[in-house]
């Protein structure tokens, strides 16, 4: 048999959860439940869900819940969710303080439940291809701007748009940070809409991230330096490229280095690009990311396996997340 999932919340993001919970084929049954109820049975009678009048309803029809509530309700959710024994999908930010956050982590472990954290650019086709290309990181450059949007201003930028981008940083270092300076300005709500972090970890690596709200056009870029070359991944269009050393490079080096008359050389057209670097680009043509990450969930709890974003991860990101909160807003005193 399949499982059997409920969405709680169907708000914007939640009727996309609907909608492709319907699709995966591990999934037998998709309800959901809304403190709006005719927005439930909306989105209900669209996709070919069952709605439920009631939260407590959908919990004892269902194997798992997937939580898309504002971040405020995630703990209060969650832990009802937790302790009713569900399984547990969970939208990032994992809550609205460490405390709570810290709570959920420890609930899960306590009743032996599947946690987790919607950090969905880790399901990204392009950034797990390109992450095969990164070998110790040392300097990590990420720009997530997007328009105005009144939806998110209820949570700060760092919470609504760089969160994605922290977790990022720990899936690609493996570390914790050892300094951290953050900078941030308000422009069109009490702030901060646009923020820069710039972020030190052990071995050397340095992040410089910016996440705005106020930009005109939307831009989601990450660019990666590390021992194995040069990784730019857009993760908008889904593309990426990887710039390397050419297996001829070191001896092209070494040409030049004996000839005696660079421009002489140079004029010959002697020397190409092709002989000292080797570029690879790629399109992902794959499933959309909210798919994978769905089905991701589904699959650790039919094979029992470790999801691919933890709890702990989540809580990673938030903590990380606050500590640049408490910078800017020192540096705004």
């Given amino acids: 048999m399949g499982l059997k999932v409920g969405v709680i ?14 699709r995966i084929p591990e999934v037998e049954h998709v309800a959901c439940f809304d403190i709006k109820t005719t927005r ?30 504002p971040t405020n309700h995630h703990a209060a959710v969650s832990l009802e969710a937790l302790d009713r024994g569900k399984n547990l999908f969970l939208e990032k930010p994992i809550a609205a303080s460490i405390g ?18 919607g950090h969905i650019e880790r399901f990204n086709p392009v950034v797990r291809e390109a992450a095969e290309h990164v070998d110790r990181p040392s300097f990590i450059e990420i720009h997530r701007l997007a328009p105005f949007n009144v939806r998110g201003i ?21 570390r914790d940070p050892i300094e951290i300076r953050a900078k941030g300005a308000a ?31 939307p831009l989601r870029k990450v660019r990666v330096f590390s021992s194995s070359g040069y990784v730019s991944i857009d993760l908008l269009k889904r593309t990426f490229r990887h710039v390397k050393k050419s297996k001829r490079f070191d ?11 660079l421009d002489a050389f140079e004029t010959s057209g002697q020397i190409s690009l092709g002989d000292f670097i080797e570029v690879y680009e790629a399109e992902s043509k794959g499933e959309e990311p909210l798919f994978d990450e769905l089905q991701a969930f589904c699959r650790t709890i039919t094979l029992k396996n470790r999801p691919m974003v933890t709890g702990e991860d989540g809580l990673r990101a938030l903590r990380l997340a606050y500590e640049i909160q408490a910078l800017v807003e ?3 005193s």
Wanted: some cysteine; aromatic content about 4%.
């Fill in 330 to 332: 020192k540096s705004e």
């Fill in 187 to 217: 422009i069109l709500t009490n702030g901060p809409d646009i923020v820069n972090a710039r972020i030190e970890y052990g071995g050397g690596c340095v992040a410089n991230l910016t996440a705005s709200r106020v930009s005109l056009e």
């Fill in 154 to 174: 209820d949570v700060s930028v760092i919470m609504d748009l760089m969160i994605h981008d922290l977790d990022l940083l720990s899936m690609f270092t493996g």
């Fill in 251 to 261: 001896s092209r080096v070494r040409m030049l280095r004996e000839e005696a008359d």
């Fill in 40 to 69: 439930s049975r909306s989105v209900a009678a669209e996709h070919g869900a069952e709605a439920f009048d009631t939260v407590e309803k959908l919990m004892n029809a269902v194997d798992a819940v997937s939580v898309v509530v």
């Fill in 100 to 117: 709570e956050a810290e709570k959920i982590v420890s609930a899960a472990k306590k009743f032996g439940r599947i946690l987790q954290i």
């Fill in 9 to 22: 919340g169907t708000g914007k993001l939640g009727k996309e959860h609907v909608r492709v919970l319907k």
